[in-house]
C-alpha cells in the first residue's frame, strides 16, 4: 500500500542548529515532493516544492533534498530559532491536476 | 496574496445535526479540496473538485458529501453529524498549473460533535 512516514516523534533542538527532519515514500513515483509548515490551531503553509529530477531545492535557510532512490526527501532548517517550532508536513503528488497525499508531520520544537 | 476562508473557527453540534461547513477562496482556483485532521492520522482527503458542480470521492468520503455551485465557494456537508466525526476540518483551494499543484489552505474549523 502506499505510504508517507514521517518521524512521529517531535524534534528538540537548540537555537542556531540545524534541524533535518525526514519524509519516506513507498508506492509512489511522484512527480514532486511538497514541504509545508503548521502552527497549532492553522491551516498548513507551503514552503517549497522539488520535482523529480532535482534533487536539491533552497530558499533562504530552507534546503530540501530529494532521493527517488532511496524514497527519500530531507528537509533541513539551517540557524534554527524559536520561531521555526511547528509542525513540518511532507506531501506528494503526481503533478497534472492530482491531489496530493500528505504524511501525518514532525514537530520541530527550537529551544533557547 | 491568496485567501482561503472558512465559515467558522468553531463549531459545536450534536449528534444527527446536519452540518454545513463553507469555504471560500478569492484567487479564482479551479480546484477545492476538503480534508479532516486528526491527532497521529494526519491530513485525510475527504472530497475534492476540479470545477464547478464537479465533485471526486478522496480517502474518506463516507458520511460526508459536497457542493459546488460557484467556482469560489466549495461547501462539504455532513447529512446526519456523528461523534467520529468531530475533527479540524481544513479546506484547501489550486491554482489549475499543472506542475505543482501547490495548495493553500484556510485557517480550519474546529467542529465538535456531541
Known amino acids: 500500500s502506499q505510504k508517507i512516514e514521517q518521524n512521529s516523534e517531535a524534534l528538540n533542538i537548540q537555537e542556531g542548529k540545524t534541524a533535518t527532519l525526514t519524509c519516506n515514500y513507498t508506492n509512489y513515483s511522484p512527480a514532486y515532493l511538497q514541504w509545508y509548515r503548521q502552527d497549532p490551531g492553522r491551516g498548513p503553509v507551503f514552503l517549497l516544492l522539488?520535482?523529480?529530477?532535482?534533487k536539491e531545492k533552497r530558499k533562504e535557510r530552507l534546503k530540501v533534498t530529494f532521493d527517488t532512490t532511496l524514497k527519500q526527501s530531507l528537509f533541513h532548517i539551517t540557524a534554527s530559532q524559536p520561531a521555526d517550532s511547528a509542525t513540518y508536513l511532507c506531501a506528494v503528488g503526481a503533478g497534472g491536476g492530482n491531489k496530493l497525499t500528505f504524511g501525518t508531520g514532525t514537530q520541530l520544537k527550537v529551544e533557547l | 496574496d491568496v485567501k482561503v476562508t472558512q465559515s467558522s473557527r468553531y463549531l459545536v453540534k450534536r449528534t444527527g445535526e446536519k452540518v454545513f461547513l463553507e469555504c471560500v477562496q478569492d484567487m479564482d482556483h479551479e480546484n477545492m479540496f476538503w480534508y479532516r485532521q486528526d491527532p497521529g492520522l494526519g491530513l485525510r482527503l475527504i472530497y475534492f473538485s476540479y470545477d464547478v458542480k464537479m465533485k471526486e470521492k478522496g480517502d474518506i468520503p463516507e458520511g460526508y458529501s459536497v457542493s459546488r455551485e460557484k467556482k469560489e465557494r466549495f461547501s462539504l456537508i455532513l447529512e446526519s453529524a456523528s461523534t467520529n466525526q468531530t475533527s479540524m476540518y481544513l479546506c484547501?483551494?489550486?491554482?489549475?498549473?499543472?506542475?505543482?499543484?501547490?495548495?493553500?489552505f484556510g485557517p480550519g474549523t474546529r467542529l465538535t460533535v456531541l
Open positions: 484547501a483551494s489550486s491554482p489549475p498549473t499543472k506542475l505543482t499543484d501547490t495548495q493553500y
Open positions: 522539488i520535482r523529480e529530477n532535482e
